[in-house]
């Protein structure tokens, strides 16, 4: 009986030793640096199992061994986040473990430029090839803010298009509720429709609320508001841009968009304004101004009178001939 003991004992005493070598080794291999040489990105995908994302990050040569991530995982009680992730050279299994548990994913930038159509934004987000699904839904011209969004692979391209959608709602409800008194707009949908057009006729942060006071008292003197890019809009099926400039027969071109031809303003934006722009509309620079034209370096001139209109248009076309240091 005491042979039997001591045996039992010596087998047991074996097979401490034994876990005690293997979990001394799985602790080396899971604090010593990784295969990697240069840097790596991995996806681990929503839903995706502990064995699973071991598994990837084995075969993006990140870690060597799924098993020491597994079990060191576990034994850390590890949650980790799904995602794509960016790592480094010689990075640890720990350090790998620790990047997945707090969730340091990459992040994608999608900037939405100002003065962009529906149709132009669309198309961007469809091309971005890091998000995924379809887009379902084409909101209306213009309802779309500008924004440059925060993004990880695999977000869903109807959610983003939800997002924008939503963000110009809000903003177009917040900055009409504190608009200037006794403008020519009746409704939210009006001040969209001139902010569009304010935001394709300059890129000057400094002359929107300028152009906008130009616009809105011609349209409180029921003058034709006159604005090329409306003419554009029209002209282009929703992309905003025409490859050729402008002709005159362009001008008497016959669609809802012609502000030579229509009175007041066209019936959709033809593009989405960023914030500045709509501010613009909602608050104009206090002018009586009812004109303007390009000053050939790269802003505007503005008149009262058109005469005094004329004598701008005049220079402009000399410096177009001439150049600036032509007399």
Do not use: C
């Amino acid at each position: 009986m005491i042979r039997v003991a001591k045996r039992a004992a010596i087998v047991v005493t074996i097979a401490v030793a034994a876990i005690a070598v293997f979990a001394w080794q799985m602790q080396r291999r899971y604090v010593a640096p990784g295969p990697l040489t240069a840097p790596a990105t991995a996806f681990i995908p929503k839903g995706s199992h502990l064995d699973e994302a071991a598994g990837r990050l084995v075969d993006a040569g990140v870690i060597h061994d799924k098993w020491v991530m597994i079990l060191g995982a576990k034994l850390q009680g590890a949650r980790i986040k799904a995602g794509e992730y960016l790592f480094q050279p010689g990075q640890s299994v720990e350090a790998v473990v620790a990047q997945l548990v707090e969730g340091h994913t990459i992040v994608h930038k999608l900037t939405i430029p100002e003065g962009l159509t529906v149709r132009r934004v669309l198309e961007m987000i469809h091309d971005a090839d890091f998000l995924a699904g379809e887009i379902i839904h084409h909101p209306d011209e213009g309802m779309i803010m500008p924004d440059t969004l925060l993004l990880s692979r695999d977000d869903q391209r109807a959610e983003v298009v939800a997002r924008l959608e939503h963000s110009m709602e809000q903003t177009l409800d917040r900055l009409w509720a504190n608009r200037a008194a006794d403008l020519p707009l009746t409704n939210k949908h009006d001040a969209l429709v001139l902010a569009s057009i304010v935001e394709r006729e300059t890129a000057i942060a400094a002359e929107r609320p300028h152009v906008a006071a130009v616009f809105e008292n011609r349209l409180k003197l029921g003058m034709r508001l006159q604005s090329d890019p409306t003419v554009i809009y029209g002209l282009s099926e929703g992309l905003g841009t025409l490859p050729r400039p402008l002709n005159h027969a362009d001008l008497s071109a016959n669609h809802p968009w012609n502000t030579y031809v229509i009175t007041g303003l066209p019936p959709t934006p033809i593009a989405a304004p960023g914030k500045a722009a709509i501010e613009a509309v909602l608050h104009p620079s206090p002018s009586q101004d009812l004109y303007f034209v390009a000053n050939g370096g790269g802003g505007h001139a503005f008149a009262k009178s058109l005469t005094e209109h004329n004598v701008n248009v005049t220079r402009l076309r000399h410096l177009e001939t001439n150049g600036p240091d032509r007399p």
